[in-house]
Protein backbone atom coordinates (compact mmCIF):
# COMPACT_ATOMS: atom_id res chain seq x y z
CA UNK A 1 0.00 0.00 0.00
CA UNK A 2 3.02 2.45 -0.14
CA UNK A 3 1.40 3.78 -3.81
CA UNK A 4 -1.82 4.74 -4.02
CA UNK A 5 -2.86 2.13 -6.12
CA UNK A 6 -6.44 0.96 -4.56
CA UNK A 7 -8.83 0.07 -7.86
CA UNK A 8 -8.02 -3.04 -9.79
CA UNK A 9 -10.93 -4.45 -11.86
CA UNK A 10 -12.06 -7.95 -11.87
CA UNK A 11 -14.15 -9.96 -14.40
CA UNK A 12 -14.58 -7.63 -17.45
CA UNK A 13 -14.94 -4.49 -15.38
CA UNK A 14 -18.12 -6.01 -14.13
CA UNK A 15 -16.85 -5.23 -11.07
CA UNK A 16 -14.30 -2.78 -9.20
CA UNK A 17 -12.37 -3.24 -6.27
CA UNK A 18 -11.62 -0.69 -3.94
CA UNK A 19 -9.06 -1.10 -1.39
CA UNK A 20 -10.12 1.33 1.87
CA UNK A 21 -6.63 3.08 2.26
CA UNK A 22 -7.50 4.69 5.26
CA UNK A 23 -5.44 7.63 4.77
CA UNK A 24 -6.60 10.83 1.86
CA UNK A 25 -5.33 10.34 -1.45
CA UNK A 26 -6.24 13.58 -2.83
CA UNK A 27 -4.43 13.02 -6.15
CA UNK A 28 -6.70 10.34 -6.55
CA UNK A 29 -9.76 12.46 -6.24
CA UNK A 30 -9.16 15.95 -8.15
CA UNK A 31 -11.48 17.74 -10.58
CA UNK A 32 -8.64 17.38 -13.11
CA UNK A 33 -8.92 13.47 -13.19
CA UNK A 34 -12.42 13.88 -13.12
CA UNK A 35 -12.02 15.89 -16.32
CA UNK A 36 -9.70 13.20 -17.41
CA UNK A 37 -12.25 10.60 -16.81
CA UNK A 38 -15.04 12.08 -18.50
CA UNK A 39 -13.37 12.78 -21.64
CA UNK A 40 -11.41 10.57 -22.10
CA UNK A 41 -11.74 8.55 -25.74
CA UNK A 42 -11.47 4.69 -24.48
CA UNK A 43 -12.07 4.08 -21.56
CA UNK A 44 -10.34 0.74 -21.42
CA UNK A 45 -6.75 2.57 -21.57
CA UNK A 46 -7.49 4.23 -18.59
CA UNK A 47 -6.46 2.70 -14.56
CA UNK A 48 -9.32 1.06 -12.82
CA UNK A 49 -11.22 3.83 -10.56
CA UNK A 50 -14.21 4.75 -8.87
CA UNK A 51 -14.83 7.77 -12.16
CA UNK A 52 -14.20 5.01 -14.41
CA UNK A 53 -17.41 3.49 -13.38
CA UNK A 54 -18.74 6.94 -13.05
CA UNK A 55 -17.68 7.72 -16.78
CA UNK A 56 -19.30 4.12 -17.92
CA UNK A 57 -22.91 4.39 -16.61
CA UNK A 58 -22.86 7.80 -17.57
CA UNK A 59 -22.03 6.60 -20.88
CA UNK A 60 -24.46 3.65 -21.23
CA UNK A 61 -27.34 6.43 -20.40
CA UNK A 62 -26.11 8.29 -23.60
CA UNK A 63 -25.76 5.27 -26.00
CA UNK A 64 -29.52 4.83 -24.98
CA UNK A 65 -28.67 0.52 -25.45
CA UNK A 66 -31.11 -1.34 -22.90
CA UNK A 67 -31.25 -1.83 -20.53
CA UNK A 68 -30.38 2.35 -20.38
CA UNK A 69 -30.65 3.35 -16.67
CA UNK A 70 -27.99 1.84 -14.67
CA UNK A 71 -27.34 1.16 -11.23
CA UNK A 72 -23.95 1.08 -8.29
CA UNK A 73 -24.16 -1.48 -6.09
CA UNK A 74 -21.53 -0.66 -3.61
CA UNK A 75 -21.37 -3.35 -0.85
CA UNK A 76 -18.48 -4.27 1.84
CA UNK A 77 -18.08 -4.84 5.37
CA UNK A 78 -18.50 -1.89 8.07
CA UNK A 79 -15.69 0.82 7.01
CA UNK A 80 -15.09 -0.49 3.98
CA UNK A 81 -15.46 2.77 2.75
CA UNK A 82 -19.05 2.32 0.86
CA UNK A 83 -19.82 5.89 1.75
CA UNK A 84 -16.92 7.27 1.02
CA UNK A 85 -17.07 5.95 -2.80
CA UNK A 86 -20.70 6.87 -2.90
CA UNK A 87 -19.92 10.27 -2.01
CA UNK A 88 -17.47 10.38 -4.58
CA UNK A 89 -20.03 8.71 -7.24
CA UNK A 90 -22.05 11.46 -6.30
CA UNK A 91 -19.16 14.53 -6.87
CA UNK A 92 -18.33 12.91 -10.05
CA UNK A 93 -22.17 12.84 -11.53
CA UNK A 94 -23.15 15.87 -9.99
CA UNK A 95 -19.86 18.03 -11.47
CA UNK A 96 -20.26 15.86 -15.06
CA UNK A 97 -24.16 16.42 -15.50
CA UNK A 98 -23.80 20.19 -14.50
CA UNK A 99 -21.29 20.81 -16.88
CA UNK A 100 -21.02 23.10 -19.49
CA UNK A 101 -23.99 22.46 -21.19
CA UNK A 102 -26.57 24.59 -18.35
CA UNK A 103 -27.87 27.66 -20.64
CA UNK A 104 -26.51 30.78 -19.16
CA UNK A 105 -28.69 32.02 -16.60
CA UNK A 106 -29.85 29.02 -15.84
CA UNK A 107 -29.07 27.79 -12.38
CA UNK A 108 -31.36 24.61 -11.92
CA UNK A 109 -29.11 21.85 -12.66
CA UNK A 110 -26.27 23.90 -10.02
CA UNK A 111 -29.29 23.68 -7.49
CA UNK A 112 -30.19 20.32 -7.62
CA UNK A 113 -26.67 19.20 -7.93
CA UNK A 114 -25.80 21.65 -4.47
CA UNK A 115 -28.82 20.05 -3.18
CA UNK A 116 -28.27 16.10 -4.13
CA UNK A 117 -24.94 16.83 -2.30
CA UNK A 118 -25.96 18.34 0.20
CA UNK A 119 -28.13 15.62 1.14
CA UNK A 120 -25.04 13.56 2.39
CA UNK A 121 -24.14 15.58 5.70
CA UNK A 122 -27.91 15.80 6.47
CA UNK A 123 -28.52 11.68 6.30
CA UNK A 124 -25.29 10.94 7.00
CA UNK A 125 -25.75 13.55 10.61
CA UNK A 126 -29.11 11.80 11.55
CA UNK A 127 -28.39 8.14 10.32
CA UNK A 128 -24.58 7.70 10.83
CA UNK A 129 -23.34 7.32 14.30
CA UNK A 130 -19.22 6.18 15.60
CA UNK A 131 -19.25 2.58 16.02
CA UNK A 132 -16.44 0.35 16.87
CA UNK A 133 -15.71 -0.50 13.18
CA UNK A 134 -16.20 2.72 11.61
CA UNK A 135 -16.34 6.35 13.52
CA UNK A 136 -19.05 7.78 10.71
CA UNK A 137 -20.90 3.83 10.26
CA UNK A 138 -24.33 4.30 8.51
CA UNK A 139 -27.28 2.92 10.07
CA UNK A 140 -29.39 2.75 7.70
CA UNK A 141 -29.59 1.45 3.87
CA UNK A 142 -29.86 3.88 0.92
CA UNK A 143 -30.88 3.97 -2.65
CA UNK A 144 -30.67 7.18 -4.46
CA UNK A 145 -31.63 7.52 -7.84
CA UNK A 146 -29.91 10.12 -10.20
CA UNK A 147 -32.50 11.29 -12.64
CA UNK A 148 -30.84 13.04 -15.82
CA UNK A 149 -32.94 14.95 -18.56
CA UNK A 150 -32.07 13.64 -22.50
CA UNK A 151 -29.11 16.10 -22.48
CA UNK A 152 -27.53 14.11 -19.67
CA UNK A 153 -28.14 16.91 -17.08
CA UNK A 154 -29.22 15.87 -13.68
CA UNK A 155 -32.44 17.19 -13.19
CA UNK A 156 -33.68 15.54 -9.70
CA UNK A 157 -33.00 12.81 -7.25
CA UNK A 158 -34.70 10.66 -4.80
CA UNK A 159 -33.52 8.63 -1.82
CA UNK A 160 -34.90 5.37 -0.58
CA UNK A 161 -34.03 4.73 2.84
CA UNK A 162 -33.78 0.99 4.39
CA UNK A 163 -34.04 -0.10 8.43
CA UNK A 164 -32.97 2.38 10.17
CA UNK A 165 -31.08 1.01 13.20
CA UNK A 166 -33.53 3.07 15.62
CA UNK A 167 -32.56 1.22 18.91
CA UNK A 168 -29.81 3.02 18.42
CA UNK A 169 -31.24 6.20 20.20
CA UNK A 170 -32.08 4.53 23.33
CA UNK A 171 -28.98 2.29 23.70
CA UNK A 172 -25.31 2.81 22.73
CA UNK A 173 -23.04 -0.60 23.23
CA UNK A 174 -20.30 0.37 25.13
CA UNK A 175 -17.66 2.49 23.54
CA UNK A 176 -20.25 3.29 20.73
CA UNK A 177 -22.22 6.60 20.12
CA UNK A 178 -25.28 7.68 19.64
CA UNK A 179 -26.45 8.99 15.79
CA UNK A 180 -23.89 12.03 15.28
CA UNK A 181 -26.90 14.80 15.44
CA UNK A 182 -27.05 14.51 19.08
CA UNK A 183 -23.33 15.18 19.82
CA UNK A 184 -24.04 18.12 17.08
CA UNK A 185 -26.81 19.54 18.48
CA UNK A 186 -24.93 19.15 22.44
CA UNK A 187 -21.61 20.40 21.49
CA UNK A 188 -22.44 23.23 18.86
CA UNK A 189 -25.88 24.95 20.16
CA UNK A 190 -25.52 28.64 20.61
CA UNK A 191 -25.89 29.99 24.19
CA UNK A 192 -29.67 31.27 23.69
CA UNK A 193 -30.61 27.76 22.10
CA UNK A 194 -28.68 25.89 25.43
CA UNK A 195 -30.94 28.11 27.26
CA UNK A 196 -33.97 27.44 25.45
CA UNK A 197 -33.10 23.61 24.85
CA UNK A 198 -31.90 23.10 28.46
CA UNK A 199 -28.64 22.21 27.26
CA UNK A 200 -25.98 23.53 29.32
CA UNK A 201 -22.32 22.74 28.47
CA UNK A 202 -21.43 19.74 30.34
CA UNK A 203 -24.34 18.47 31.30
CA UNK A 204 -24.62 15.01 30.98
CA UNK A 205 -27.15 12.37 29.67
CA UNK A 206 -27.13 8.44 29.54
CA UNK A 207 -28.20 8.38 25.88
CA UNK A 208 -24.91 10.86 24.97
CA UNK A 209 -22.05 8.36 25.93
CA UNK A 210 -18.42 9.08 25.25
CA UNK A 211 -18.93 12.65 23.85
CA UNK A 212 -15.34 13.54 25.14
CA UNK A 213 -14.65 11.42 21.39
CA UNK A 214 -14.05 14.46 19.24
CA UNK A 215 -15.01 13.45 15.78
CA UNK A 216 -15.11 15.50 12.28
CA UNK A 217 -18.60 14.38 12.07
CA UNK A 218 -19.84 16.39 15.49
CA UNK A 219 -19.73 19.68 12.80
CA UNK A 220 -23.07 21.00 13.94
CA UNK A 221 -22.79 24.23 11.26
CA UNK A 222 -22.64 21.75 8.17
CA UNK A 223 -25.63 19.66 9.12
CA UNK A 224 -27.31 23.00 9.61
CA UNK A 225 -26.19 25.01 6.50
CA UNK A 226 -26.82 21.26 4.38
CA UNK A 227 -30.07 21.58 5.40
CA UNK A 228 -31.11 25.43 4.80
CA UNK A 229 -29.59 24.33 1.11
CA UNK A 230 -32.37 21.66 1.29
CA UNK A 231 -35.31 24.26 2.12
CA UNK A 232 -35.52 23.17 6.19
CA UNK A 233 -35.41 26.60 7.20
CA UNK A 234 -34.00 27.90 10.61
CA UNK A 235 -37.39 28.00 12.47
CA UNK A 236 -38.08 24.36 11.02
CA UNK A 237 -34.28 22.90 11.89
CA UNK A 238 -34.93 24.39 15.80
CA UNK A 239 -37.96 22.28 15.84
CA UNK A 240 -36.00 19.55 14.93
CA UNK A 241 -33.23 20.27 17.43
CA UNK A 242 -36.04 21.11 20.38
CA UNK A 243 -37.61 17.57 20.07
CA UNK A 244 -34.16 15.48 19.69
CA UNK A 245 -33.14 18.02 23.06
CA UNK A 246 -36.18 16.48 24.52
CA UNK A 247 -35.15 13.09 23.72
CA UNK A 248 -32.04 13.26 25.60
CA UNK A 249 -33.47 14.61 28.56
CA UNK A 250 -36.54 11.43 28.24
CA UNK A 251 -33.42 9.80 28.23
CA UNK A 252 -32.41 10.52 32.01
CA UNK A 253 -35.82 9.63 33.12
CA UNK A 254 -34.90 6.85 35.74
CA UNK A 255 -37.64 5.00 37.22
CA UNK A 256 -36.71 3.16 40.96
CA UNK A 257 -38.29 -0.25 41.64
CA UNK A 258 -41.75 -0.17 43.05
CA UNK A 259 -41.66 -1.92 46.58
CA UNK A 260 -45.98 -2.70 45.68
CA UNK A 261 -46.42 -4.16 42.71
CA UNK A 262 -49.75 -2.38 42.45
CA UNK A 263 -48.22 0.67 42.79
CA UNK A 264 -46.33 2.85 39.94
CA UNK A 265 -42.56 3.16 39.81
CA UNK A 266 -41.42 6.54 41.34
CA UNK A 267 -39.06 8.64 39.48
CA UNK A 268 -35.07 8.63 40.25
CA UNK A 269 -34.39 11.87 42.55
CA UNK A 270 -32.92 13.90 39.33
CA UNK A 271 -35.06 12.65 36.81
CA UNK A 272 -38.32 14.79 37.85
CA UNK A 273 -36.31 17.54 36.72
CA UNK A 274 -35.36 15.65 33.02
CA UNK A 275 -39.17 14.61 32.97
CA UNK A 276 -40.20 18.21 33.20
CA UNK A 277 -37.73 19.55 30.85
CA UNK A 278 -38.42 16.58 28.46
CA UNK A 279 -41.88 17.51 28.59
CA UNK A 280 -41.83 20.98 28.02
CA UNK A 281 -39.70 20.34 24.75
CA UNK A 282 -41.45 17.80 23.14
CA UNK A 283 -45.11 19.67 24.67
CA UNK A 284 -46.62 17.49 26.45
CA UNK A 285 -47.95 17.36 29.83
CA UNK A 286 -45.55 16.70 32.24
CA UNK A 287 -48.28 14.14 34.43
CA UNK A 288 -49.33 12.41 31.14
CA UNK A 289 -45.76 11.63 30.10
CA UNK A 290 -45.13 10.33 33.39
CA UNK A 291 -48.04 8.30 33.12
CA UNK A 292 -48.24 6.88 29.99
CA UNK A 293 -44.71 5.11 31.40
CA UNK A 294 -45.64 4.60 34.25
CA UNK A 295 -49.11 2.73 33.55
CA UNK A 296 -49.83 0.06 30.82
CA UNK A 297 -53.61 0.67 29.55
CA UNK A 298 -55.35 -2.73 28.97
CA UNK A 299 -58.57 -3.41 27.31
CA UNK A 300 -60.91 -5.91 28.65
CA UNK A 301 -64.71 -7.50 28.45
CA UNK A 302 -67.24 -6.80 25.64
CA UNK A 303 -67.67 -3.42 26.54
CA UNK A 304 -64.16 -2.64 26.01
CA UNK A 305 -63.90 -1.72 29.04
CA UNK A 306 -60.10 0.25 29.96
CA UNK A 307 -57.70 -0.30 33.17
CA UNK A 308 -54.58 0.79 33.69
CA UNK A 309 -52.19 -1.38 35.33
CA UNK A 310 -48.79 -0.04 37.25
CA UNK A 311 -45.51 -1.03 34.85
CA UNK A 312 -42.29 -2.94 36.68
CA UNK A 313 -39.45 -0.74 36.71
CA UNK A 314 -37.68 -2.58 33.65
CA UNK A 315 -41.16 -1.78 31.45
CA UNK A 316 -41.34 1.80 32.09
CA UNK A 317 -37.84 1.90 30.76
CA UNK A 318 -38.69 0.35 27.49
CA UNK A 319 -41.84 2.28 27.27
CA UNK A 320 -39.52 5.09 27.78
CA UNK A 321 -37.16 4.02 25.13
CA UNK A 322 -39.78 2.79 22.59
CA UNK A 323 -41.12 6.81 22.52
CA UNK A 324 -37.76 8.00 21.70
CA UNK A 325 -37.60 5.30 19.17
CA UNK A 326 -41.20 6.13 17.74
CA UNK A 327 -40.20 9.93 17.79
CA UNK A 328 -36.70 9.38 16.45
CA UNK A 329 -37.46 6.85 13.40
CA UNK A 330 -40.54 9.25 11.96
CA UNK A 331 -38.48 12.57 12.44
CA UNK A 332 -35.35 10.29 10.59
CA UNK A 333 -38.63 9.48 7.97
CA UNK A 334 -39.79 12.90 7.76
CA UNK A 335 -36.62 13.78 6.67
CA UNK A 336 -35.98 11.75 3.55
CA UNK A 337 -39.16 13.01 2.76
CA UNK A 338 -38.84 16.63 2.87
CA UNK A 339 -35.35 16.20 1.64
CA UNK A 340 -37.30 14.09 -1.29
CA UNK A 341 -39.22 16.98 -1.94
CA UNK A 342 -36.54 19.60 -2.56
CA UNK A 343 -34.71 17.12 -4.93
CA UNK A 344 -37.57 15.95 -6.54
CA UNK A 345 -37.90 16.36 -10.61
CA UNK A 346 -41.10 15.83 -12.24
CA UNK A 347 -40.83 12.72 -14.00
CA UNK A 348 -41.51 14.61 -17.27
CA UNK A 349 -38.37 16.35 -16.69
CA UNK A 350 -36.08 13.24 -16.69
CA UNK A 351 -35.85 9.90 -18.80
CA UNK A 352 -33.23 7.92 -17.33
CA UNK A 353 -31.42 7.44 -14.16
CA UNK A 354 -28.61 6.19 -12.54
CA UNK A 355 -29.07 4.23 -9.11
CA UNK A 356 -26.52 3.88 -6.26
CA UNK A 357 -26.72 1.30 -3.73
CA UNK A 358 -24.62 2.55 -0.27
CA UNK A 359 -26.09 -1.10 1.35
CA UNK A 360 -24.67 -2.45 4.97
CA UNK A 361 -22.45 -5.44 4.54
CA UNK A 362 -23.03 -8.69 6.09
CA UNK A 363 -22.74 -9.17 9.55
CA UNK A 364 -22.09 -11.77 12.37
CA UNK A 365 -21.34 -10.25 15.62
CA UNK A 366 -21.00 -12.62 18.63
CA UNK A 367 -25.07 -12.30 19.14
CA UNK A 368 -26.87 -11.61 16.49
CA UNK A 369 -30.44 -10.44 16.23
CA UNK A 370 -33.59 -9.94 13.98
CA UNK A 371 -31.71 -6.65 12.75
CA UNK A 372 -28.77 -8.85 11.52
CA UNK A 373 -31.26 -11.22 10.01
CA UNK A 374 -32.72 -8.63 8.19
CA UNK A 375 -29.31 -7.19 7.23
CA UNK A 376 -27.74 -10.77 6.28
CA UNK A 377 -30.91 -11.63 4.22
CA UNK A 378 -30.22 -8.21 2.00
CA UNK A 379 -27.10 -9.35 1.22
CA UNK A 380 -28.13 -12.71 0.01
CA UNK A 381 -30.47 -11.11 -2.34
CA UNK A 382 -27.91 -8.85 -3.34
CA UNK A 383 -24.86 -12.02 -3.66
CA UNK A 384 -27.90 -13.52 -5.77
CA UNK A 385 -28.20 -10.58 -7.98
CA UNK A 386 -24.33 -10.14 -8.32
CA UNK A 387 -23.62 -13.69 -8.79
CA UNK A 388 -25.80 -14.44 -11.70
CA UNK A 389 -24.45 -10.73 -13.34
CA UNK A 390 -20.80 -11.66 -12.54
CA UNK A 391 -21.26 -14.99 -14.15
CA UNK A 392 -22.81 -13.34 -17.29
CA UNK A 393 -20.16 -11.21 -17.84
CA UNK A 394 -17.65 -13.93 -17.41
CA UNK A 395 -18.72 -15.67 -20.10
CA UNK A 396 -19.81 -13.23 -22.41
CA UNK A 397 -15.78 -12.60 -21.65
CA UNK A 398 -14.36 -15.68 -22.51
CA UNK A 399 -17.03 -15.31 -25.86
CA UNK A 400 -15.30 -12.34 -26.80
CA UNK A 401 -12.20 -13.27 -26.11
CA UNK A 402 -12.27 -16.63 -28.15
CA UNK A 403 -11.40 -19.09 -24.95
CA UNK A 404 -13.28 -22.59 -25.18
CA UNK A 405 -15.55 -22.79 -22.32
CA UNK A 406 -18.17 -24.94 -20.54
CA UNK A 407 -21.08 -23.53 -18.62
CA UNK A 408 -20.14 -22.78 -15.19
CA UNK A 409 -23.21 -25.10 -12.96
CA UNK A 410 -23.09 -22.98 -10.01
CA UNK A 411 -24.51 -23.96 -6.84
CA UNK A 412 -26.75 -20.17 -5.30
CA UNK A 413 -27.98 -19.20 -2.99
CA UNK A 414 -31.37 -19.81 -3.52
CA UNK A 415 -31.40 -22.50 -0.35
CA UNK A 416 -30.84 -19.98 2.12
CA UNK A 417 -32.85 -17.54 0.66
CA UNK A 418 -36.11 -20.01 0.83
CA UNK A 419 -34.94 -20.87 4.27
CA UNK A 420 -35.11 -17.38 4.96
CA UNK A 421 -38.51 -15.69 2.98
CA UNK A 422 -39.66 -18.81 1.23
CA UNK A 423 -42.79 -20.54 1.10
CA UNK A 424 -44.82 -22.03 2.32
CA UNK A 425 -42.68 -21.95 5.52
CA UNK A 426 -39.56 -20.03 6.49
CA UNK A 427 -38.09 -18.38 9.45
CA UNK A 428 -39.72 -14.88 8.01
CA UNK A 429 -42.81 -16.84 7.98
CA UNK A 430 -43.05 -18.65 11.29
CA UNK A 431 -41.66 -15.46 12.76
CA UNK A 432 -44.78 -13.90 11.72
CA UNK A 433 -47.06 -16.14 12.68
CA UNK A 434 -46.04 -15.73 16.11
CA UNK A 435 -46.93 -12.15 16.03
CA UNK A 436 -50.33 -12.92 14.19
CA UNK A 437 -50.89 -15.51 16.71
CA UNK A 438 -50.04 -13.06 19.42
CA UNK A 439 -49.27 -15.58 22.32
CA UNK A 440 -46.92 -15.10 24.98
CA UNK A 441 -43.67 -15.89 23.07
CA UNK A 442 -41.96 -19.23 23.84
CA UNK A 443 -38.57 -19.27 22.65
CA UNK A 444 -37.99 -22.54 23.05
CA UNK A 445 -41.33 -23.70 20.81
CA UNK A 446 -40.10 -21.48 18.17
CA UNK A 447 -36.86 -22.73 17.76
CA UNK A 448 -38.34 -26.10 17.45
CA UNK A 449 -40.58 -25.38 15.17
CA UNK A 450 -38.35 -23.70 12.93
CA UNK A 451 -35.74 -27.19 13.42
CA UNK A 452 -39.20 -29.19 12.43
CA UNK A 453 -40.21 -26.97 9.98
CA UNK A 454 -37.20 -26.47 7.80
CA UNK A 455 -35.40 -29.99 8.65
CA UNK A 456 -34.96 -30.21 4.82
CA UNK A 457 -32.97 -27.36 4.04
CA UNK A 458 -29.17 -27.63 4.72
CA UNK A 459 -28.59 -24.25 5.71
CA UNK A 460 -30.49 -23.75 8.80
CA UNK A 461 -29.07 -25.71 11.79
CA UNK A 462 -28.69 -25.04 15.65
CA UNK A 463 -25.77 -24.60 17.47
CA UNK A 464 -26.15 -27.26 20.49
CA UNK A 465 -23.90 -26.66 22.80
CA UNK A 466 -25.74 -22.82 23.62
CA UNK A 467 -28.31 -22.99 25.94
CA UNK A 468 -30.29 -19.80 24.84
CA UNK A 469 -32.82 -21.14 21.99
CA UNK A 470 -31.09 -20.35 18.38
CA UNK A 471 -30.94 -20.95 14.87
CA UNK A 472 -27.65 -20.91 12.73
CA UNK A 473 -28.19 -19.80 9.22
CA UNK A 474 -25.78 -20.99 6.15
CA UNK A 475 -24.97 -17.63 4.33
CA UNK A 476 -23.00 -17.30 1.33
CA UNK A 477 -20.08 -15.32 3.36
CA UNK A 478 -20.05 -17.80 6.66
CA UNK A 479 -22.42 -19.20 9.22
CA UNK A 480 -24.54 -16.99 11.53
CA UNK A 481 -25.97 -18.08 14.89
CA UNK A 482 -29.26 -16.21 15.66
CA UNK A 483 -30.48 -15.70 18.85
CA UNK A 484 -34.31 -16.32 19.28
CA UNK A 485 -34.89 -14.72 22.19
CA UNK A 486 -36.66 -11.29 21.56
CA UNK A 487 -36.94 -11.57 17.44
CA UNK A 488 -41.42 -11.97 17.65
CA UNK A 489 -41.07 -8.87 20.20
CA UNK A 490 -39.16 -6.67 17.43
CA UNK A 491 -41.10 -8.36 14.69
CA UNK A 492 -43.72 -6.71 15.88
CA UNK A 493 -42.24 -3.69 16.65
CA UNK A 494 -45.88 -2.79 19.14
CA UNK A 495 -45.93 0.79 20.16
CA UNK A 496 -48.42 1.18 23.31
CA UNK A 497 -51.64 3.65 21.66
CA UNK A 498 -51.53 5.45 24.72
CA UNK A 499 -47.55 6.47 23.77
CA UNK A 500 -49.22 7.12 20.30
CA UNK A 501 -52.30 9.65 21.14
CA UNK A 502 -49.50 11.47 23.64
CA UNK A 503 -47.56 12.61 21.02
CA UNK A 504 -50.79 13.39 18.85
CA UNK A 505 -51.93 15.35 21.39
CA UNK A 506 -48.58 17.40 21.71
CA UNK A 507 -48.52 20.87 20.95
CA UNK A 508 -45.34 21.22 19.26
CA UNK A 509 -46.42 21.89 15.23
CA UNK A 510 -43.49 19.64 14.11
CA UNK A 511 -44.95 16.47 16.70
CA UNK A 512 -48.58 16.85 15.31
CA UNK A 513 -47.24 16.64 11.83
CA UNK A 514 -45.56 13.46 12.06
CA UNK A 515 -48.24 11.94 14.70
CA UNK A 516 -51.14 13.16 13.13
CA UNK A 517 -54.63 12.49 14.97
CA UNK A 518 -57.08 10.48 13.38
CA UNK A 519 -59.80 12.69 12.73
CA UNK A 520 -62.73 9.99 12.63
CA UNK A 521 -62.02 9.60 16.30
CA UNK A 522 -61.50 11.36 18.97
CA UNK A 523 -59.77 11.69 22.81
CA UNK A 524 -59.67 8.17 24.95
CA UNK A 525 -61.53 6.23 21.95
CA UNK A 526 -58.43 6.55 20.13
CA UNK A 527 -56.29 4.25 22.80
CA UNK A 528 -59.33 1.71 21.91
CA UNK A 529 -59.59 2.00 18.61
CA UNK A 530 -55.74 1.33 18.19
CA UNK A 531 -55.45 -1.56 20.50
CA UNK A 532 -55.83 -4.20 17.46
CA UNK A 533 -54.00 -2.51 14.46
CA UNK A 534 -53.18 -5.18 11.69
CA UNK A 535 -49.72 -6.84 12.29
CA UNK A 536 -47.60 -5.01 9.62
CA UNK A 537 -44.02 -6.59 11.31
CA UNK A 538 -40.78 -5.35 10.57
CA UNK A 539 -39.86 -8.61 8.48
CA UNK A 540 -42.92 -8.26 6.47
CA UNK A 541 -41.89 -4.56 4.98
CA UNK A 542 -38.31 -5.15 5.02
CA UNK A 543 -38.90 -7.97 2.36
CA UNK A 544 -41.57 -5.70 0.68
CA UNK A 545 -39.07 -2.36 0.19
CA UNK A 546 -36.47 -4.89 -0.41
CA UNK A 547 -38.09 -6.84 -3.47
CA UNK A 548 -39.19 -3.21 -4.62
CA UNK A 549 -35.35 -2.39 -4.51
CA UNK A 550 -34.47 -6.02 -6.63
CA UNK A 551 -37.16 -5.38 -9.07
CA UNK A 552 -35.53 -1.87 -10.07
CA UNK A 553 -31.96 -3.46 -9.89
CA UNK A 554 -33.26 -6.04 -12.54
CA UNK A 555 -34.60 -3.19 -14.62
CA UNK A 556 -31.39 -1.64 -15.04
CA UNK A 557 -27.87 -2.43 -16.15
CA UNK A 558 -25.43 -3.48 -12.97
CA UNK A 559 -22.44 -2.29 -12.15
CA UNK A 560 -20.68 -3.52 -8.64
CA UNK A 561 -17.98 -1.76 -6.65
CA UNK A 562 -16.56 -4.40 -4.13
CA UNK A 563 -15.17 -2.25 -0.79
CA UNK A 564 -12.37 -3.93 1.08
CA UNK A 565 -11.22 -3.11 4.80
CA UNK A 566 -7.66 -3.84 4.27
CA UNK A 567 -7.52 -4.49 8.18
CA UNK A 568 -9.80 -4.45 11.22
CA UNK A 569 -7.60 -1.15 13.18
CA UNK A 570 -8.56 1.07 10.45
CA UNK A 571 -4.89 2.02 9.98
CA UNK A 572 -3.27 3.58 6.79
CA UNK A 573 -1.46 1.77 4.69
CA UNK A 574 -1.65 -1.42 6.42
CA UNK A 575 -2.06 -4.37 4.24
CA UNK A 576 -3.16 -7.40 6.19
CA UNK A 577 -3.10 -10.07 3.41
CA UNK A 578 -4.89 -12.80 5.54
CA UNK A 579 -7.85 -10.37 6.44
CA UNK A 580 -8.38 -9.23 2.66
CA UNK A 581 -7.62 -12.78 0.86
CA UNK A 582 -10.55 -13.95 2.84
CA UNK A 583 -12.87 -10.56 1.91
CA UNK A 584 -11.51 -11.87 -1.51
CA UNK A 585 -12.25 -15.31 -1.21
CA UNK A 586 -15.67 -14.43 -0.49
CA UNK A 587 -15.81 -12.15 -3.18
CA UNK A 588 -14.79 -14.13 -5.76
CA UNK A 589 -14.86 -18.05 -5.00
CA UNK A 590 -17.49 -18.71 -2.42
CA UNK A 591 -20.13 -17.48 -5.00
CA UNK A 592 -19.29 -19.67 -7.82
CA UNK A 593 -18.81 -23.10 -5.74
CA UNK A 594 -19.33 -26.22 -8.70
N1 LIG B 1 -10.98 6.02 -0.91
C1 LIG B 1 -10.76 6.45 0.32
N2 LIG B 1 -9.76 7.35 0.57
C2 LIG B 1 -9.52 7.77 1.82
N3 LIG B 1 -10.19 7.36 2.93
C3 LIG B 1 -11.17 6.46 2.74
C4 LIG B 1 -11.52 5.96 1.44
N4 LIG B 1 -12.54 5.09 1.60
C5 LIG B 1 -12.83 5.07 2.90
N5 LIG B 1 -12.02 5.88 3.60
C6 LIG B 1 -11.98 6.07 5.08
O1 LIG B 1 -12.59 4.96 5.70
C7 LIG B 1 -13.63 5.38 6.59
C8 LIG B 1 -14.77 4.37 6.52
O2 LIG B 1 -15.38 4.46 5.25
P1 LIG B 1 -16.96 4.47 5.08
O3 LIG B 1 -17.62 5.23 6.16
O4 LIG B 1 -17.22 4.85 3.69
O5 LIG B 1 -17.26 2.91 5.31
P2 LIG B 1 -18.63 2.13 5.08
O6 LIG B 1 -18.29 0.93 4.27
O7 LIG B 1 -19.65 3.04 4.52
O8 LIG B 1 -18.98 1.68 6.54
P3 LIG B 1 -20.41 1.43 7.23
O9 LIG B 1 -20.97 0.20 6.63
O10 LIG B 1 -20.03 1.25 8.67
O11 LIG B 1 -21.21 2.66 7.00
C9 LIG B 1 -14.02 6.77 6.10
O12 LIG B 1 -14.48 7.57 7.14
C10 LIG B 1 -12.72 7.30 5.53
O13 LIG B 1 -11.98 7.86 6.59
Redesign the pocket.
Known sequence: MASNF?YLFISAGCSLV?V??????PALYTQELMEEYHTASCLQDLKPHVFLVAEETYRNVESQIPPVNQSVIVS?E????????SRCLMTFYATVAASSSVPKGSITAEKIEKRVLDSNPVMEAFGNAC?L??????RFGKYIQLQLNRAQLLTGASIQTFLLEKTRVAYQAPQERNFHIFYQVAKGATEVERLEWSLPRGATFSWLPNSEKSLEEDNFDVTRKAMSHLGIDSSMQNNVFKILAGLLHLGNVGFCESEDESQPCTLEAHAKDSAKTASRLLAVPQERLVDVLSFRRITAGKQRQEFKKACPKAESGMRRDCLAKVVYAKLFDWLVAVINANIYADPSGWSNFIGLL?V??FESFPENHLEQLCINYANEKLQQHFVSHFLKAQQEEYALEGFEWSFINYQDNQSCLDAIEGSPVSIFSLLNEECRLNRPSNTGQLQTRIEVALSDNRCVSQDRFWKEPNFIVSHYAGNVCYRVEGMVEKNKDPVPPELVLLLQRSQDPLLQELFPADASRSGEDNVKAQTKPAVVTVVSKFKASLEQLMEILHSTSPHYIR?IKPNAE?EAALFRQEEVSLSFLLLLYKALKK
Open positions: IANPFRPIGSGAGKTWTTRNSNSSDYGCC
